[in-house]
């Protein structure tokens, strides 16, 4: 059983771009978790999804950023006109109910 | 709201213990437990339920207390693997989302 994936690993943008991340959860897992994690720091939740629906999304900024579940295919955390302030480890986790396994996460520079 | 750990940072020898808290403003459901190794992702290690039980594995065990909605992490005769950045996780109903505690950052010396 796979674990949760998620690509790139790796992801540098020029300021302005936009940055897609995919997370792919582990099978039969219906709800799917965003973090971000700035160095040296803890994890601060994002978005809380099931399929084809956002479930919690306090933790988005209201600007730039969006994530969607859809019923086909992996979550998408998408992140417009990037700054240098985006520059992150962005963690996606799935869960069956609760405790949630965590994906390799995926580094965001900025450039 | 976000949990509150403590400590922040706790520095230890081979064989020696620690603790690790977690306390909510709020009334929890469940707790679990993770460990973050530098430049990895949180590694899930325990959840514990309503209903105050303890559990563990190895010499890393969890309590959960419900009134003072609390949650311990004790790590007996550390070793060197233990090192990294421990998470508690907090849900307040059974279909909500977790909220993460800072962090307390574990370090183990030879």
């Known amino acids: 059983n796979a674990g949760v994936m998620q690509n790139p690993r790796h992801l540098v943008r020029r300021r302005g771009q936009e940055a897609r991340l995919r997370c792919s959860p582990m099978?039969?897992?219906?709800?799917v978790y965003w973090y971000r994690q700035l160095p040296e720091e803890g994890l601060k939740f994002m978005v809380y999804l099931q399929k084809e629906n956002i479930i919690d999304e306090s933790g988005m900024p209201k600007e730039r950023f969006s994530a969607e579940f859809p019923k086909e295919g992996p979550s998408i955390l998408r992140i417009q006109q990037v700054v240098r302030g985006d520059s992150a480890a962005y963690f996606c986790a799935s869960s069956p109910s609760g405790f949630q396994y965590f994906g390799p996460g995926t580094r965001l520079t900025v450039t | 709201q976000q949990p509150v750990q403590s400590p922040q940072a706790v520095i230890l020898r081979e064989g020696e213990d620690a603790v690790i808290n977690c306390s909510s403003s709020k009334a929890l459901y469940s707790v679990h437990w993770y460990r973050q190794k530098h430049g990895e992702a949180p590694v899930f290690l325990m959840i514990?339920?309503?209903?105050?039980e303890q559990k563990g594995h190895d010499k890393i065990s969890a309590s959960f207390n419900e009134k003072k909605q609390q949650s311990s992490l004790y790590l007996t005769a550390s070793q060197l693997s233990y090192s990294g950045t421990y998470f508690c996780g907090t849900e307040n109903t059974n279909a909500g989302k977790s909220t993460f505690g800072d962090g307390t950052t574990l370090t183990v010396k030879p």
């Open positions: 099978k039969g897992h219906s709800h």
């Open positions: 514990l339920l309503k209903g105050g």
